[in-house]
């Protein structure tokens, strides 16, 4: 089990994780919307996942989101690296209802995010905006390159659900072992 503890003036988190788990979670971040996503993360990628956040929630959910997103990337990144006998690529496309959503991801070390799921306003008391700010924390802490595209769908919970179980889908084949892979890059390398 990787353990990380982030501590700033506006957040204190710990989060611990299995990458070859079955999928449990205890998630609890202070922000209800978040900790639905993270526990539907972790059981489709089949990590085991323990959050605990402490935030500056009386402001805004903003810190908490983003340093949580920190925190289980740099967590992934103790899990991951260095690289050696994975997929290192995966991709899947979850539908949700009328909603689908494409994830595309590579195990480069080398953090990018493509962002495009048209979301505003909130859901519940969550501010949306703060889905791209958490993918962003995430994405450059592990590090990986991190595509996620909107095909269809109005609901915004599902989009955003379909996102989060997308990637879960996606990082589940790519961090497949394969004992043939070695170092999956041609540069001997990642």
Excluded: W
Aim: glycine share 8%.
């Amino acid at each position: 089990m990787i353990e990380v503890n982030r501590e700033t003036k506006e957040t204190q988190i710990t989060v611990k994780l299995n990458l070859y788990g079955k999928g449990e979670a205890k998630i609890d971040t202070g922000v209800g919307f978040l900790d639905h996503m993270l526990e539907a993360f972790a059981k489709h990628s089949y990590i085991d996942l323990e959050v605990k956040c402490t935030g500056d929630t009386h402001i805004d959910d903003h810190h908490s989101v983003e340093d949580v997103g920190i925190a289980i990337g740099q967590a992934l990144h103790k899990a991951i690296y260095p690289v050696q006998n994975i997929e290192r690529y995966g991709n899947a496309t979850v539908v949700m209802d009328e909603a689908s959503i494409t994830c595309d991801l590579d195990i480069s070390n080398r953090g990018f995010l493509v962002f495009e799921l048209p979301i505003g306003g909130k859901v519940g008391n969550f501010d949306v905006e703060l889905v791209e700010e958490f993918f962003r924390a995430f994405t450059f802490n592990v590090p990986l390159t991190l595509h996620l595209i909107y095909n269809r769908g109005k609901n915004k919970h599902h989009i955003i659900e379909g996102a989060f179980k997308a990637l879960a889908v996606a990082l589940r084949r790519a961090v497949t072992v394969n004992e043939n892979a070695g170092i999956p890059s041609t540069k001997g390398v990642l």
